[in-house]
C-alpha cells in the first residue's frame, strides 16, 4: 500500500517520463497562449477574426480552465490600454508604473484595473453573456485553475503539481509582465505610433505572436500582427489553418499602401490612405526627411553629432513626445539652432496635426496646403517626400 502511494505520488496515473512531461506542459501553455491571443485579443477585443463556435467555447473554456481569466475583464481592460494608451488611465503603462513593475507585477494591476466596474460597463461590450457565462465563468474564475490542478495531479503526481504551478505564472509573467512590459519599453519599431510599443522578436514561438505589439498598435484590428516579410507571426498562422478547415473567418487584416506616380495634388483616396497608414506616413517622414536632414547638419558641422545623446536623437522620430521636460527643452534647443532641422521638424508637427482632424475636406485642404510649402521650402528632402505623399493610396485588396 506504501509503494502503491508513493508510486502514484511521484508519477500520478500515466507516470510519464521526463519527455512526455515536458510535451505535456509545451501542449498547455501553447494551449492558453493561443486561447489568449487568438480568441480574447484578436477576436474578442478587436474582431478581427471570428471563430466557429465550437471552437470559440473551447478557447473560452480554456482560459477560465488554466488562468481564472474572464472574457468580459480582460476585453475591457485591453481596450481601455488601447484607449488611454501611455496615460495615467492606461491600466499597464511602463511610462506611468515604471518597468519594473510592470514586469514583474503586471498582474497585480490586472488585478486593479478587474475591479473598476466602470471600465468593465465602458469596454467589455459585446463579449459572451451567456448561461455559462452568467453562472460557471463570471462568478467562479477559480474554480478553474483549481480544476486543472487536480487533473495535473491525477495525471502527473506531485510533478503534475509543478507543472501547475509554472501554467500559473506562464501567462502573469509573459502577457501582463512581457508583451505589456518590455513590449512598451524595449525593442525595434516598424511604426512610429502615437505610444510606446515596440516589437521584441524573436519570443514568437513562445508567445503566439503578441511580441508583434508595435505591428498590433499600429493596426489594432488587423488579425494578422506580422507586417514585414522576415517577421513571423505564430498565431496568424494558427488562424490560416483553422480558415483552410472553415473553423475561422478573417474579417480585418492591415491594409497596403500604395503609391501613385505623378499626381499633381493630394485627393481623397490619398486622405483615405492618410488615415489608414498615419503611422506608417510618421514613419516615412522620419527616414525620408529628419533622418537626411540629420546627416546633413553632421556633415556640415563636421562632427558625429557627440552633442546630440541617442535618447535625443531617437526623440526626433516623435518630436521629443516621450523624452522628460528637461530632455524635451534640451533637444528643442539643439532643432532651434540648425534652421533646415527646425523647418523639417515644425512640418512634421503640422503633419502629425492635420492627420488628427476628423473633418475629411478640412483634412484634405491642410494636406494640400502642406504639400505646396513643403514643395517651396527648399529643403530637397522634404520637396521629394510632400511628391510623393500626393500619391499615396490604398492598395487594391487580393
Known amino acids: 500500500m506504501f509503494n502503491a502511494v508513493t508510486e502514484f505520488l511521484t508519477g500520478g496515473l500515466t507516470q510519464a517520463s521526463w519527455p512526455w512531461l515536458i510535451a505535456y506542459f509545451v501542449l498547455v501553455t501553447q494551449l492558453t497562449i493561443f486561447s489568449v491571443t487568438l480568441y480574447l485579443h484578436r477576436s474578442q477585443a478587436h474582431r478581427g477574426v471570428d471563430f466557429h463556435p465550437v471552437l470559440n467555447h473551447f478557447f473560452r473554456f480554456w482560459t477560465w480552465f488554466s488562468t481564472a481569466m474572464i472574457t468580459k475583464e ?44 466602470e471600465c468593465m460597463d465602458k469596454y467589455g461590450l459585446g463579449t459572451p453573456n451567456d448561461w455559462l457565462e452568467r453562472r460557471i465563468y463570471t462568478p467562479y474564475p477559480e474554480v478553474g485553475p483549481t480544476l486543472m490542478l487536480f487533473l495535473n495531479f491525477a495525471l502527473f503526481g506531485l510533478w503534475g503539481v509543478v507543472i501547475w504551478a509554472c501554467q500559473m505564472i506562464w ?16 525593442g525595434y519599431r516598424n511604426f512610429e505610433s ?18 508583434l505589439h508595435n505591428n498590433h498598435h499600429a493596426f489594432p484590428s488587423s488579425s494578422k500582427f506580422a507586417l514585414r516579410k522576415w517577421e513571423l507571426d505564430i498565431g496568424w498562422i494558427a488562424i490560416c489553418a483553422f480558415k483552410s478547415v472553415g473553423l475561422a473567418k ?57 552633442d546630440l545623446p541617442r535618447r535625443l536623437r531617437k526623440g526626433l522620430s516623435s518630436g521629443g513626445r516621450w523624452l522628460d521636460n528637461d530632455a524635451r527643452e534640451r533637444l528643442g534647443q539643439w532643432v532651434n539652432q540648425r534652421p533646415a532641422m527646425a523647418t523639417v521638424m515644425e ?8 492627420m488628427e482632424s476628423r473633418n475629411g475636406d478640412a483634412m484634405l485642404e491642410a494636406l494640400k ?30
Open 347 to 354: 512640418y512634421r508637427g503640422r503633419l502629425h496635426e492635420l
Open 250 to 306: 478573417v474579417l480585418r487584416v492591415a491594409p497596403s499602401l500604395d503609391v501613385r506616380p505623378n499626381m499633381h495634388l493630394p485627393d481623397g483616396d490619398t486622405i483615405k490612405a492618410l488615415i489608414a497608414h498615419k503611422f506608417q506616413v510618421m514613419t516615412d517622414y522620419f527616414g525620408n526627411v529628419i533622418a537626411p536632414t540629420l546627416r546633413e547638419e553632421a556633415a556640415q558641422a563636421g562632427n558625429n553629432l557627440k
Open 369 to 398: 496646403q502642406w504639400c505646396r510649402e513643403a514643395e517651396a521650402s527648399g529643403i530637397r528632402a522634404l520637396q521629394e517626400f510632400a511628391s510623393r505623399l500626393k500619391g499615396y493610396s490604398l492598395a487594391a485588396a487580393h
Open 74 to 117: 480582460w476585453v475591457a481592460i485591453h481596450r481601455k490600454h488601447h484607449a488611454k494608451c501611455e496615460t495615467e488611465e492606461d491600466p499597464h503603462s511602463p511610462m506611468i508604473y515604471g518597468i519594473k513593475k510592470v514586469l514583474w507585477d503586471g498582474v497585480d494591476l490586472y488585478r486593479k484595473a478587474r475591479r473598476d466596474s
Open 171 to 186: 501567462i502573469p509573467f509573459w502577457a501582463a509582465g512581457v508583451v505589456n512590459g518590455l513590449g512598451h519599453w524595449w
Open 194 to 211: 502615437n505610444d510606446t510599443a515596440t516589437n521584441l522578436s524573436p519570443w514568437g514561438l513562445i508567445i503566439g505572436g503578441e511580441e
